[in-house]
């Protein structure tokens, strides 16, 4: 499993670029991986993984009152 997982990972990054690359370029919002239903794009405005720690955060400091 090692050994597949280093030969595929130039690959995998191969086609990392070339689908940021495309979602950029063609102004895509956001790019799905069909077989997975995963995002393998978005644009950055779209990140709210701030948003989701800060919140985290709250309810764990609230938890702990």
């Not at 895509?28 to 709210?48: E, R, T, W």
């Amino acid at each position: 499993y090692r050994i597949q997982e280093e030969l595929m990972a130039p690959i995998y990054a191969k086609m990392d670029n070339a689908v940021s690359k495309v979602g950029a370029e063609d102004e895509y919002d956001y790019i799905f991986n069909v077989s997975s239903g995963q995002i393998v794009y978005a644009l950055p405005l779209y990140d709210v993984t701030q948003k989701v720690i800060d919140e985290l955060n709250k309810m764990t400091e609230s938890e702990n009152e």
